[in-house]
């Protein structure tokens, strides 16, 4: 029989399939939670140290005090993909509010819930091209920044998931969500940019976007290719004459965005920038020094 992957619940580690939290945990009560997603590429943690900042400022915003430090969570996660031998895998690291009464107050959760699954995901990045993506735009608008804000990576999922539906009802991969004014946002679990005449832009905070990890490593990339990318106000215009359009996140790595609500973007395929910004990345991911090393150093035998 194959063996089950282990999981982290609360310091301990349990079979998948006896691997559970509390029906009076917050974080499936009320979404009360916060997480990440994570990438481990050929057995190094990609960007890890921004995840467990990003994933500790999750927490601060909704005054959640995780039962850890930074150090410990590292070392949680680097302990989780060890135990299940894996090399190529998408890790999920959660903290829920805890077990607390059935009313929404917080104050009566006393212990948080922290739990970490590794499984194996291989790399899609490569020679190849991107994959070409159809997207709508959602008539769901993306929560503003004074509501339950995305930039909190938090485990109330609903608005994307209610844009993803119009998705799939639509018959298409995905479904970029427009902010409250009628701005470009992002998509249902990636961030988006835009090109035209060989210029970048990308949705700022205003927009109500999570502070993506790729994005922000994408920009930077860009900017070593001497490409300046505007963080500004994308309109829905902009976004359906632009020659290029992708899409950028943990999971999806990139994606090449064919059309949007049936519009072609440029021919519909890969454009130049996003099949270059493609190849750059791949490359990037595989580099010691975006991650942590998951395992010692091996032994090379001469
Ligand atoms: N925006 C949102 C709303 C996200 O949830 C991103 C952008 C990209 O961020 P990173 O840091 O990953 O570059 C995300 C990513 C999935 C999945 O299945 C992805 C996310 C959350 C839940 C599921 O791909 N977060």
């Not at 850890?68 to 993909?81: P, Q, W």
């Not at 104050?107 to 091209?129: H, N, R, S, W, Y």
């Not at 290719?225 to 215009?237: A, K």
Request: with cysteine; net charge negative; proline share 4%.
């Amino acid at each position: 029989m194959e063996k089950e992957l282990l999981v982290y619940v609360d310091g301990r580690f349990f079979e998948k399939s006896k691997a559970v939290v509390s029906v009076f945990d917050h974080g499936i009560l009320y979404g009360d939670g916060v997480f990440e997603g994570i990438r481990v590429y050929s057995g190094s943690v990609f960007r890890l140290v921004d995840h467990i900042d990003r994933l500790y400022d999750s927490a601060k915003s909704i005054h959640l005090k995780i039962p850890m430090t930074k150090h410990e969570m590292t070392e949680a996660v680097l302990e989780t993909v060890r135990k299940n031998h894996l090399r190529d895998a998408y890790v999920r690291l959660v903290v829920s509010r805890g077990p607390g009464d059935l009313g929404v107050d917080p104050a009566l959760c006393k212990d948080p819930t922290v739990f970490i699954i590794a499984e194996p995901m291989a790399t899609v990045l490569g020679p190849k091209d991107p994959k070409v993506v159809r997207v709508v735009l959602a008539s769901t608008r993306r929560d503003p920044v004074d509501a339950a804000s995305h930039e909190i990576k938090s485990l109330n999922y609903l608005n994307s998931i209610l844009a993803k539906i119009e998705a799939n009802n639509a018959g298409v991969d995905d479904a970029i969500l427009l902010d409250h004014r009628g701005f470009v946002s992002e998509a249902s679990v990636s961030n988006i940019f835009i090109v035209k005449d060989t210029k970048v832009a990308t949705p700022s905070s205003s927009a109500g976007i999570l502070h993506g990890i790729t994005r922000e490593r994408i920009i930077r990339l860009c900017s070593d290719l001497g490409i300046d990318v505007e963080q500004r106000d994308v309109t829905p215009f902009e976004l359906v004459t632009a020659d290029e359009v992708f899409l950028v996140g943990t999971k999806s790595e990139i994606l090449s965005v064919g059309s949007v609500r049936g519009t072609k973007i440029g021919n519909g395929g890969v454009g130049p920038l996003t099949k270059r910004l493609y190849q750059e990345f791949s490359k990037i991911v595989q580099r010691p020094e975006e991650g942590t090393p998951v395992y010692e150093a091996e032994s090379v035998s001469i």
